[in-house]
């Protein structure tokens, strides 16, 4: 695993922790951790597209990374509609007026999980 590889998979590593330990919490803070879980997937597809010679876009899009993903892999596409939920997160949820649901983090962090074990086999990296 090159260098910037490793460090987008540290990057994922503390937003996926930091999801985990705020969804153990009471009361439950549903905006960071579908915040934090959007930018584990995120650094996780930014990875893998580094380990693979792919440029990855400054994007929070994680459908648009998916797409230029799709060249390495074909099975990624069963993420798509995953991806495109957990994209809103980046940035909507972040501002006032919009407050994610505990069933919305709680699908978030399910989602993460799914896709961080998908991208972590991909990279050669423990499950």
Request: charged share 25%; hydrophobic share 40%; with cysteine.
């Amino acid at each position: 695993m090159n260098k910037l590889t490793a460090e987008w998979v540290r990057k994922a590593e503390v937003d996926w922790q930091v999801a985990q330990r705020l969804a153990a919490e009471k009361p439950r803070l549903n905006d960071p951790i579908c915040f934090h879980c959007q930018q584990a997937v995120e650094k996780y597809l930014k990875a893998l597209m580094q380990e693979n010679g792919l440029v990855a876009q400054r994007t929070h899009n994680l459908g648009a990374l998916l797409t230029q993903m799709l060249s390495l892999d074909q099975s990624l596409r069963r993420f798509r509609l995953r991806l495109d939920r957990v994209t809103d997160y980046a940035v909507d949820y972040r501002y006032p007026g919009i407050h994610a649901t505990t069933r919305q983090s709680q699908s978030a962090i399910k989602t993460t999980l799914l896709i961080r074990s998908e991208l972590r086999r991909l990279l050669g990296l423990p499950v």
